[in-house]
């Protein structure tokens, strides 16, 4: 599904813009926090957004505002056809052909509640018991599949992480051809939003797909880092959230594969959903538009239209170049700050931009501290409470990168770092 090109073999290289007008893309770069210019080292929590994405949504607003499905006006037709086209253009960018429908939610939080619903509590198949997912997962690819498995006495069995921040292929691999008739699910990230680490997604979605498993993939730390490929990987659902990827907060989205689509239930039932009602009873459509309820987020949708063509323009493939470039550099760095303990193989060669670490001082204390020299960074569990016991941490310190994070931003870190451990007689 990802590929990262090798470290040494590519330069940092924007190939349509220099790095300087990408962040200037940016306004909110500008910004001072604290006397010091901002360095935003919190985009796996959210990403900020560029000028295109800002100005998108304030044209819709000031140009061509209405519901969308719903009306024979101009400006209807004009906003179900931004719609519409957000899909076409969001389906090509994950590479997904024609065999995905895409379903915009909130955020992939409600993407995995969906599926949790809407296809595992109504599945006609009561020998399969299992939901197969691992303990490095985010909260929104865990507590959906641990309610069902208290509604409805699944079994959530967990794939084992090796010391290095890896999930245990082998495991996997052995665990599936001998329950595979008994698991109804399968659900995976595609890297964790603690470790950082790309997971080989490819390689456990074609065990799946050779036992007739679905397989759902949370891509929510991936879709705006690393290029996408649904068409290689074949899973069931793939999720993930704008917001992540340099377009508004509120619009999440969910693949489904079309042959599952019409044996899951509708999700939130209302006015959108149905092609019929009558006083006793109604037909869901039979299109993906049979799980948006009530008005979408319309500006928002507008705003990844905008988003999508701007990392296009900019190439994912420059994207991992710049990223991968901030992390050598990041690994470099750290080697100096022995009493900084990683989460996960700080040296794995296949790290994303995301990075978190715990030392003898608290997290919330390394953050504040951080703040006030304008660096913004996240503290706390990152809503992974068991990686958290499986690191044996109970928080850490967390890095990540965007397209705009630049090397010196890096380095204006980890000497705040190395200034407030040595207050506290650290070295
Ligand atoms: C790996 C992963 N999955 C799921 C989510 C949930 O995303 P959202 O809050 O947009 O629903 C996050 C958010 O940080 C995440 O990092």
């Not at 800002?54 to 719609?83: C, F, P």
């Not at 001998?178 to 603690?194: G, W």
């Not at 700050?337 to 931009?353: A, M, P, T, V």
Request: aromatic residues 10%.
């Amino acid at each position: 599904m990802v590929v990262l090109y090798q470290k040494q073999a590519r330069m940092s290289s924007i190939i349509n813009k220099t790095h300087e007008q990408i962040r200037s893309d940016f306004p909110i770069l500008r910004r001072q926090i604290n006397g010091f210019p901002l360095a935003y080292l919190d985009n796996a929590a959210t990403t900020q957004k560029p000028h295109a994405v800002i100005d998108a949504v304030s044209h819709i607003y000031a140009h061509s505002y209405a519901n969308i499905h719903r009306g024979m006006h101009t400006m209807a037709h004009e906003a179900s056809e931004l719609y519409e086209s957000t899909k076409k253009r969001l389906l090509s960018f994950v590479n997904a052909k024609d065999n995905y429908s895409v379903v915009f939610t909130k955020n992939m939080t409600e993407s995995s509640n969906l599926v949790a619903f809407s296809y595992l509590s109504t599945q006609k198949q009561p020998q399969r018991t299992i939901i197969l997912t691992s303990g490095q997962e985010h909260h929104s690819n865990f507590l959906p599949w641990l309610r069902q498995s208290k509604a409805k006495g699944f079994a959530v069995e967990l794939i084992p992480t090796l010391p290095n921040g890896d999930l245990d292929i082998n495991f996997y691999r052995q665990f599936v051809s001998f329950n595979s008739d008994k698991i109804a699910l399968i659900a995976l990230s595609t890297a964790s939003n603690v470790f950082g680490i790309l997971q080989p997604i490819e390689d456990f979605a074609s065990i799946a797909t050779e036992h007739n498993i679905p397989l759902f993939v949370d891509g929510a730390q991936t879709i705006g880092h690393v290029p996408t490929n649904l068409e290689q990987v074949n899973p069931a659902f793939f999720a993930a959230s704008a917001h992540k990827m340099y377009a508004p907060a509120g619009v999440g989205m969910l693949f489904i594969r079309k042959d599952l689509l019409q044996t899951m239930e509708p999700y939130i039932l209302g006015g959108g959903t149905v092609s019929s009602v009558t006083e006793t009873d109604y037909v869901p459509k039979d299109s993906e538009e049979r799980f948006v309820g009530g008005t979408p987020n319309i500006e928002g949708i507008a705003g990844l239209n905008a988003a999508i063509a701007y990392l296009e323009d900019i190439g994912m493939e420059a994207v991992v170049d710049h990223e991968q470039m901030l992390v050598t550099h990041f690994q470099e760095r750290a080697r100096e700050f022995s009493y900084l303990r990683f989460l996960g193989d700080i040296f794995h060669k296949n790290h994303l931009g995301l990075f978190s670490f715990a030392s003898k001082l608290h997290p919330h204390d390394i953050a504040d501290f951080l703040d006030q020299k304008g660096i913004a960074v996240r503290a706390g569990a990152h809503c992974a409470h068991p990686l958290h016991n499986l690191a044996g941490e109970t928080s850490s310190v967390r890095a990540s990168f965007g397209i705009y994070t630049t090397r010196e931003e890096i380095d204006r870190l980890f000497e705040s770092i190395r200034d407030i451990h040595k207050q506290f007689g650290i070295t």
